[in-house]
Nanobody, 123 residues
Framework: QVQLAESGGGLVQAGDSLRLSCAASGLTFGRYHMGWCRQAPGKQRELVATITSGGMTKYVDSVKGRFTISRDNAKNTVYLQMNSLKPEDTAVYYC????WGIGPSRLGSVDYWGQGTQVTVSS
């Protein structure tokens, strides 16, 4: 059974940093493309960052220069380092895993999702 377990969310002030972690089990982690999405109340789920099985990364424009996605295949874990957080970053953050790739138009067909972790940034 595949599980993606996010951790690291919380309540912080604008300008602070957080690091989210997603521990994967039940899959051959190194073969999967991984991503982080977020969903704010009343809004659609948004793809924030992706990292391919080969380590190539992409970011949505609103987080470029502030967020960094990385992976540790030895630990079956993907991370999202979030710096200079803004109130508009407030959302539930979800980890995603897919064997083909993760893109904005493919969120509906992602293989696996985590349960999400809440990030709240106060002004």
């Amino acid at each position: 059974q595949v599980q993606l377990a996010e951790s690291g969310g919380g309540l912080v002030q604008a300008g602070d940093s957080l690091r989210l972690s997603c521990a994967a089990s039940g899959l051959t982690f190194g073969r999967y493309h991984m991503g982080w999405c977020r969903q704010a109340p009343g809004k659609q789920r948004e793809l924030v960052a992706t990292i391919t099985s080969g380590g190539m990364t992409k970011y949505v424009d609103s987080v470029k220069g502030r967020f960094t996605i990385s992976r540790d295949n030895a630990k079956n874990t993907v991370y999202l380092q979030m710096n200079s957080l803004k109130p508009e970053d407030t959302a539930v953050y979800y980890c995603a895993a897919d064997s083909w790739g993760i893109g904005p138009s493919r969120l509906g067909s992602v293989d696996y999702w985590g349960q999400g972790t809440q990030v709240t940034v106060s002004s």
